[in-house]
């Protein structure tokens, strides 16, 4: 895609608004990007970058390059908000943890943690989409959907099986794990 905006689509257009407003708007987001900073990974609005997606995700963190935002799946600023702050948790889990994302244990463990913290299963939106089930515990249950979702998706996962498995086993240690934060509400 050509970098002159006046090319741009509508949709990628509304993307790179939405992700700069954000960088220097949102508290989450600059909060995680000053974590970041902390350690030595800075990240600007220009390393997020705005593409067209087959897939049904709204983004992804790809290692040593970067945050890719889904311009053609993001449909509000909060959802970009949320991806945004996902992705820069697997960001913030790359540089402090050195995670091996072919190692699933350890894609499993950033998905809860970026899962439970970024705020894409906050209840009012599980609510919105029809996710709930019962309000006990659901943050937890949709956390655990969402990483085995992710884990699923990994070309070293066999199975449906294997990923909830997995994400079970790690499922403690790494719900509990807020870090940068001090705590979540």
């Known amino acids: 895609m050509s970098e ?28 995680l990007k000053t974590a970041l900073d902390r350690l030595n ?18 983004g992804g963190y790809i290692p040593g390059k970067g945050i890719v935002l889904c311009e053609n799946r993001l449909y509000t600023k909060k959802m970009a908000e949320n991806t945004i702050a996902h992705e820069m948790i697997h960001m913030f889990d790359d540089h402090r943890f050195e995670v091996d994302w072919n190692n699933l244990r350890h894609q499993a463990c950033s998905e809860i943690r970026a899962s439970s913290m970024s ?17 006990r515990k659901h943050h937890q249950e949709c956390v655990k959907r969402r990483a085995t979702i992710s884990v ?5 996962c066999k199975s449906k099986e294997q990923a909830e498995a997995i994400v079970e086993e790690v499922f403690n240690s790494c719900f509990n794990d807020f870090r940068p934060f001090e705590k979540i509400y």
């Open 4 to 31: 002159d905006p006046q090319s741009w689509s509508k949709e990628r257009k509304n993307c790179e608004r939405v992700k700069r407003a954000l960088m220097s708007q949102s508290p989450v987001i600059i909060f």
């Open 41 to 58: 990974c800075n990240i600007e609005a220009k390393d997020i970058s705005c593409q067209p997606c087959d897939a049904q995700s709204t």
């Open 119 to 135: 705020g894409e299963c906050r209840w009012t939106k599980e609510l919105r989409f029809g996710n709930i089930k019962t309000f």
């Open 152 to 156: 699923q998706g990994n070309p070293n």
